[in-house]
């Protein structure tokens, strides 16, 4: 007869087992009690890592390292499930997932159509900053991602060529498309990047 514990290792070796993850993914395993102990048993053992109150994810261990942060998008996303509110990383985070920035900030912004409040985690907070429907542009997409990134250079930034130059190599084509439909509700100087970020590299 399987035990709690064994439906609980057996839902997380699932493929489809978020990142990160809410007692509420395990609902099917048992009475709330018995998973909240057997939870509590596995982060005691190291098997499981408590983010924050009712928020875990599974540890990885990299060799140099040692055990690594926490899956930020897989935590935010856990934050917000069960919301109907929209997200989109911003500020220096939104560089540096973009590779257009080395900082990874102690404060990572990200901006919503919910609640505001910030999280902490550890020596990291997470911001959620509650801001208009026109700064969501592209809200969950990459182009939103750059649409952020882009925000918080600046018009004035000395860099700003070298980062549509980065941005028009790594981007995919869908991102490029995504970036051209937005293009007529961003502010006039970031249209002129974006069309230098999608016009063909042969150009370039």
Same mark, same amino acid.
């Given at each position: +007869? ?9 839902? +997380? ?107 902490? +985690? ?63 509700? +961003? ?18």
């Amino acid at each position: +007869m399987e035990t709690v514990d064994d439906k609980i290792l057996k839902a +997380m070796g699932a493929a489809r087992f978020p990142k990160t993850f809410t007692l509420a993914e395990l609902s099917n395993c048992g009475r709330p009690d018995a998973v909240r102990q057997a939870i509590s048993r596995m982060v005691r053992a190291g098997g499981v890592r408590r983010i924050r109150p009712g928020l875990y994810d599974l540890p990885k261990t990299h060799p140099i390292i040692g055990t690594t942060a926490p899956d930020l998008e897989a935590t935010v996303k856990a934050i917000m499930q069960r919301s109907n509110a929209k997200w989109q990383f911003s500020g220096a985070y939104a560089a540096n997932l973009l590779g257009l920035s080395e900082q990874v900030p102690a404060k990572v912004v990200i901006i919503t159509d919910g609640v505001a409040r910030n999280i902490a +985690m550890g020596r990291m907070t997470l911001s959620f900053r509650r801001v208009a429907p026109r700064n969501l542009l592209g809200v969950g997409t990459t182009a939103g991602l750059v649409f952020q990134a882009l925000r918080y250079i600046g018009s004035k930034s000395p860099d700003l060529e070298r980062h549509a130059t980065r941005l028009r190599k790594t981007l995919d084509e869908n991102a490029k498309s995504d970036l051209v439909k937005l293009t007529p509700k +961003m502010p006039v100087w970031m249209q002129g990047v974006v069309k230098s970020i999608t016009r063909e590299e042969k150009n370039g």
